[in-house]
């Protein structure tokens, strides 16, 4: 093989890798079943969420979900920057990665690079989730009210703790 035909071969492979490598779920982590996108569309809240660089110094962060023409979602992430007091905002879009019956998703902010969304606990009224990216590093607790009882955060955390995620460095979001 030549040494451009190697390039080009291994740079393809590295686009592949990363084009199609973030789409999985972490190990012991199960998309639910029986999802219902239409009960899932609309303005949900971020409760609390592992640190991640693109919200950090965000608060009253919420998701909007809206079904695109193309049949897949867009997705609509705001929060309010403390630091420069101003709304920040990131336009998404998701696509379902198995079936329209399963809460696992790869969502885009960025091009053609996905990643993903995978809904791995949702109360029957569709009114609390747990959210996972493809590694234990990405997990949020989401309601469709800026805050929960107490008791259901308890619950919520303690689900997610189970699975093996990181609860003692859970950032609690302000949305007073």
């Known amino acids: 093989m030549t040494t451009p035909l190697r390039i080009h071969t ?3 492979g590295l686009i592949a890798l990363v ?12 998309p639910v079943t029986e999802f219902e996108l239409d009960r ?21 962060i919420s998701a909007t979900y809206t079904l695109r023409e193309d049949g897949g979602v867009k997705v609509l992430n705001k929060g309010f920057n403390v630091k420069k007091q ?3 905002q990131a336009i998404g879009k998701a696509y379902f990665v198995d079936d329209a019956n399963t809460g696992f998703l790869k969502v885009s902010f960025f091009g053609p690079f996905y990643s993903s969304y995978i809904v791995f606990d949702l109360d029957p009224e ?14 949020w607790i989401l309601s469709r009210t800026p805050s929960i009882s107490d ?7 303690s689900k997610a703790e189970k699975l093996g995620f990181n609860t ?6 302000n949305h007073d």
């Open 168 to 173: 003692s460095e859970l950032i609690y979001v």
């Open 86 to 88: 101003e709304w920040e």
């Open 19 to 30: 084009l199609t490598g973030c789409v999985s779920h972490p190990k012991g982590v199960s």
């Open 10 to 12: 291994l740079f393809t």
């Open 40 to 60: 899932y569309l609309g303005q949900w809240y971020e409760i609390a969420r592992l640190d991640h660089s693109f919200e950090r110094g965000l608060e009253k």
């Open 151 to 157: 008791e259901d955060l308890s619950e919520l955390v």
């Open 126 to 139: 569709y009114q609390t989730a747990l959210i996972s990216g493809p590694n234990k590093s990405y997990f």
